[in-house]
């Protein structure tokens, strides 16, 4: 297969899960498949599908809001990628369900977390949750860095 697939969206755990598979498909000499799932008719938060319009949009104006968020996410994550091919792919559905049908083309499917704490971690629903069990190849976490004293 020789692909790695990573999810995004415009947090930083996203960029940081990019970064992570762009090395990954550079040591092992493979292609990297960068996808961003957006949903029409949902608000969204920060971070996760940006503010996409529930009321009043058209589906073209939310796709292509999208587009912007992954090439801005690329961008910013990303300031070499000359030795890997990079494959960008928008796809409309919920993000879980997504990745692990992308997951099915791929040796590895990476994901950022969102790193809450506590009692946070035992909520269900997460889309590194959902793929972690759902996927199928292996999966990458990437957490966030610990801050000096944590």
């Given at each position: 297969m020789n692909l790695i697939v990573?999810?995004?969206?415009?947090?930083?755990?996203?960029?940081?899960?990019?970064?992570?598979?762009?090395?990954?498909a550079k040591l092992r000499h493979t292609r990297l498949r960068v996808v961003h799932a957006w949903?029409?008719?949902?608000?969204?938060?920060?971070?996760?599908?940006?503010?996409?319009?529930?009321?009043?949009?058209?589906?073209?104006?939310?796709?292509?809001?999208?587009?912007?968020a992954l090439e801005q996410t690329l961008r910013e994550a990303l300031p070499d990628t000359d030795s890997v091919e990079i494959e960008r792919r928008l796809v409309e559905g919920r993000p879980a369900s997504v990745l692990v049908n992308e997951s099915r083309d791929a040796d590895m499917l990476v994901v950022g977390s969102r790193g809450h704490g506590g009692f946070s971690e035992l909520l269900l629903g997460s889309v590194s949750q959902q793929v972690s069990h759902h996927a199928a190849c292996p999966v990458v976490i990437v957490r966030p860095k610990a801050k000096d004293g944590d």
């Open positions: 990573v999810g995004v969206d415009q947090s930083e755990q996203a960029k940081q899960a990019l970064r992570f598979a762009l090395e990954e949903q029409y008719g949902t608000i969204g938060t920060a971070g996760v599908e940006s503010f996409y319009p529930a009321v009043g949009a058209d589906v073209s104006e939310v796709r292509d809001a999208a587009e912007q």
